[in-house]
C-alpha cells in the first residue's frame, strides 16, 4: 500500500513543480478542480489510492503556505473572510445541499472562541486484551476523558463483556463511541448492534461498504443512539448519506478525502444540516469551532507515535489544544525517515522487516504471515 501510495504521489506532484505559492493558493479552488481533473478523472483521484495521493499533495501545499504566514493552519482558515473562505472551495456537485451564497451567509454569523473535546480511541481496540482495555481506560479517566471508543463485532457474547467491563470502569453517565467492523453485512449490521443496546451506546459509526447510504436506517438501533458513518471517500458521499437521512453524526477522517479544500465544505454541510462531527483533528475542530458551525466536536486521542512528530497533539484535561506552532502540524522527526523510509531505512533492513516485505499478503487480515 505505501509503495503504491508513494508511486501515486510522484505522478501528481510534478504538476506543482516552477509554479509560486502564491499563483498557486490565488485561486486555490480552481487548483483542486484542475488537480483532479483532466484525464486523471477515470482512475478516480477522488477515491482511493489516487485520492490519498491528491490529498498529500494538496495538504503539503496547504502546510507551507500556513508555515510562509507563520501561522497555524487553523488560524490560517479561521483569519479569512466568509468570502475568501468560501473561494477555496469548488461546489462542484454539492449546491443541492448548500450553495455558496448560503455559506458566506453562514460563516458571518458564526462567532465564538476555540475549544473541543476529544475521546480516547485506543482503549478498546479489537486486539487489546481485557488487561490492555482496563490499564487504557484507567489512565484516560485520570488524564480526563469522558467518552470511550470500542471497536466491535467479536460476537455479541465477547463484545457485551467488554461493554459490561467499560461501563464498569468508566459509569453509567459517560459517553461511549461504538465502531462496528466491516464484518456485517447492512441487514445484519443493525440486528447486531440492538443486542447491545443496553449499555447506552451514545454513537454508531458504522463502517458498512461506503456506498449503502440507502441501506442505513436512521432508527436501525434503540434510542439514544445516534447512527453515524465512518470515512466516506468524498464530499459528494457525505452529501448523499445526509440527503437520505441516513446519519445524525459525521465521522469525517480529515487525512482522507482530498485536501484541506474538501474539509471545509463536508464542515459547511454538516453545519448546515446540524450532523455533529467527530474524528476530526485538532486544526480542522478549530476551524468548524470558530468559523462554520461554532459547536465543539468530539475527536479520537491515541498516544501512540507521539514521539514520531515534531509537533504531536496536545492535551488538557480530556480537551484538544489547539495546534500553536505554524503549519498542519504533520512534520515527522528526521529520525522517522531514518528507520521507517522503505526500503532504505534501518528497519526494514532487519529481520523483521525483511519479513514483511517479503510477504505479499502484508496488510490483508487473515492472510498475511509477517
Known amino acids: 500500500m ?16 516552477g509554479r509560486s505559492l502564491r499563483d498557486i493558493t490565488a485561486n486555490f479552488a ?109 489512565l484516560a479517566i485520570e488524564e ?18 467488554r461493554l459490561q467491563m467499560i461501563r464498569s470502569i468508566v459509569g453509567p453517565d459517560a459517553g461511549t463511541l461504538v465502531i462496528s467492523e466491516r464484518t456485517r453485512d447492512v441487514p445484519q449490521a443493525p440486528a447486531y448492534l440492538s443486542q447491545l443496546a443496553d449499555f447506552k451506546i451514545k454513537y454508531v459509526l458504522s463502517s458498512w461498504a461506503v456506498r449503502t447510504f440507502f441501506s442505513c436506517p436512521r432508527k436501525s438501533i434503540e434510542e439514544p443512539t445516534s447512527p453515524g458513518r465512518q470515512h466516506v471517500n468524498n464530499r459528494i458521499f457525505f452529501k448523499q448519506f445526509r440527503q437520505a437521512e441516513a446519519v445524525d453524526v459525521i465521522n469525517l477522517d480529515a487525512v482522507r478525502v482530498s485536501g484541506v479544500n474538501e474539509v471545509l465544505s463536508i464542515l459547511l454541510m454538516a453545519a448546515k444540516c446540524g450532523v455533529g462531527m467527530t474524528e476530526v483533528c485538532s486544526h480542522i475542530s478549530t476551524i468548524d469551532y470558530i468559523a462554520v458551525s461554532g459547536k465543539q466536536s468530539m475527536m479520537e486521542y491515541t498516544r501512540h507515535l507521539h514521539e514520531s512528530f515534531e509537533h504531536p497533539a496536545l492535551i488538557d484535561r480530556g480537551y484538544h489544544v489547539s495546534p500553536p506552532a505554524p503549519g498542519y502540524s504533520s512534520d515527522l522527526q528526521p529520525e522517522v525517515f531514518d528507520q521507517y523510509a522503505c526500503p532504505s531505512g534501518t528497519f526494514w533492513k532487519s529481520e523483521k522487516g525483511q519479513e514483511m516485505q517479503n510477504d505479499p499478503w502484508r496488510g490483508c487480515v487473515g492472510e498475511q504471515t509477517s
Request: charged share 30%; net charge positive.
Open 2 to 17: 505505501g509503495r503504491v501510495m508513494c508511486a501515486a504521489i510522484r505522478t501528481l506532484a510534478p504538476k506543482f513543480v
Open 30 to 138: 480552481k487548483t483542486h478542480r484542475d488537480f483532479v481533473g483532466g484525464q486523471i478523472r477515470f482512475m478516480s483521484p477522488e477515491r482511493g489510492v489516487l485520492q490519498c495521493a491528491s490529498r498529500a499533495c494538496l495538504n503539503a501545499i496547504c502546510d507551507l503556505w500556513a508555515k510562509s504566514e507563520g501561522k497555524p493552519l487553523w488560524k490560517l482558515v479561521c483569519d479569512f473572510t466568509p468570502e475568501e473562505f468560501v473561494a477555496r472551495i469548488d461546489f462542484r456537485y454539492i449546491t443541492d445541499l448548500i450553495t455558496p451564497e448560503e455559506a458566506i451567509g453562514m460563516l458571518r454569523e458564526t462567532k465564538t472562541k476555540a475549544e473541543g473535546g476529544c475521546g480516547s480511541a485506543e482503549s478498546g481496540c479489537t486486539g487489546l486484551q481485557h488487561e490492555d482495555i482496563q490499564r487504557l481506560l484507567h
Open 144 to 161: 480526563g476523558f469522558t467518552n470511550f471508543k470500542l471497536r466491535v463485532g467479536r460476537g455479541v457474547p465477547e463484545d457485551r463483556k
